[in-house]
């Protein structure tokens, strides 16, 4: 079934098919309907930042920014759900067109630019969600903050998603925010780290409850980069890791249509670059802090890949686009194959 809604929503722009993918799957929630497109994965609970998980697979960020359709990705058998980047004012993100899709590399490029209706408009959607599950909110700054007074964006996103979030994935990665990408390293990441841990603490003395932070951080970095990363993340007390975002490289899409477009690119082609830099922040870390992979997943093996280099949790996006919701179970099924 999803072979063919996927050949008729691909004759649309992809921006098109994606808004209308959104609204099908948030009215197919609404109805209670998803449940019944698709076979339930095999239960396999894991517990991860002292939260419990129906399973391991998740909703990466980005594919609902507004939290438009909860409860559709829940019922379709995601072990959990991210939604956002959430920025604390609405903007309307880069010029149109900004996303394309390179199906002969399962491969999607996007320079979409945090898109989204603002941090207020996202709680209402999660306040009116029946979902209950584990609900991951991703924050970001807006594109006119300038990145020296980022902290202030991050900062007034944590104390405004705190109440609802389960987790809360800090967005320093995407490469279509100029600027955005500098604050993964050196002091501008110790600053920002140091003051999401001093208002969190402040938090969970005010509002009674601890909810974990992960950092998700690019695939475009040296392996002594993501060392000293990885360092930063345990001296702030951070509870997550999300590796990786999309790349700015195109190795696996050279000379395809597309393929020199500006912008993240996603999909197969970033499964090797994305999951080599699991293995080094898993050597780091040495089990102190959990990381959650993302990043070229398209088919069962890929996550169970992701889970062996050492990850708790895996995330999927463009895999999904391609494949639909028995990606989801193919990868719950190949994580529990493993024994774990």
Not at 55 to 61: D, H, Q, S, Y
Not at 75 to 91: N, W
Not at 157 to 175: G, R
Not at 177 to 185: C, D, E, M, V
């Amino acid at each position: 079934m999803y072979t063919l809604a996927r050949q008729l929503l691909f004759k649309l722009s992809p921006e098109t098919s994606h808004d209308l993918s959104l609204d099908l799957i948030g009215a197919g929630g609404r109805l209670g309907l998803n449940g019944l497109l698709t076979k339930a994965p095999a239960s396999l609970p894991v517990t991860v930042m002292g939260l419990n998980f129906a399973n391991p697979v998740g909703l990466a960020a980005g594919l609902d920014k507004n939290g438009a359709a909860i409860d559709g990705f829940a019922q379709l058998g995601f072990g959990f759900v991210e939604i956002g980047t959430v920025t604390p004012r609405p903007q309307p993100g880069n010029p149109k067109p900004r996303l394309f899709r390179l199906p002969e590399a399962e491969a999607i490029i996007n320079r979409m630019g945090f898109n989204n209706l603002g941090v207020d408009n996202l709680l209402n959607r999660v306040r009116a969600a029946k979902y209950s599950g584990i609900l991951g909110i991703n924050i970001g700054k807006n594109f006119d903050t300038p990145v020296e007074r980022a902290v202030d964006d991050y900062l007034i996103c944590l104390d405004k998603v705190y109440d609802q979030a389960s987790y809360i994935t800090v967005n320093v990665s995407s490469p279509n925010t100029p600027g955005l990408r500098s604050l993964q390293f050196g002091d501008s990441l110790k600053q920002l780290l140091d003051a999401l841990a001093e208002r969190r603490s402040q938090l969970v003395t005010e509002r009674g409850k601890h909810v974990p932070l992960a950092i998700k951080i690019a695939p475009d970095m040296s392996d002594e980069e993501t060392a000293l990363v990885a360092a930063a993340l345990l001296e702030s007390g951070m509870d997550a890791v999300i590796a990786t975002n999309t790349t700015l490289g195109r190795e696996g899409v050279e000379g395809l249509q597309h393929g020199d477009e500006a912008g993240g690119l996603s999909g197969a082609p970033v499964l090797e670059k994305s999951t080599h830099i699991v293995k080094v922040l898993a050597g780091e870390l040495g089990g102190k802090l959990p990381i959650i992979a993302a990043g070229g997943i398209t088919e069962g093996k890929h996550a169970a890949q992701k889970i062996a280099a050492g990850a708790s949790l895996v995330q999927i996006y463009s895999g999904f686009i391609y494949k639909g919701p028995a990606l989801i179970r193919e990868a719950v099924d190949a994580i529990a194959s493993m024994g774990r």
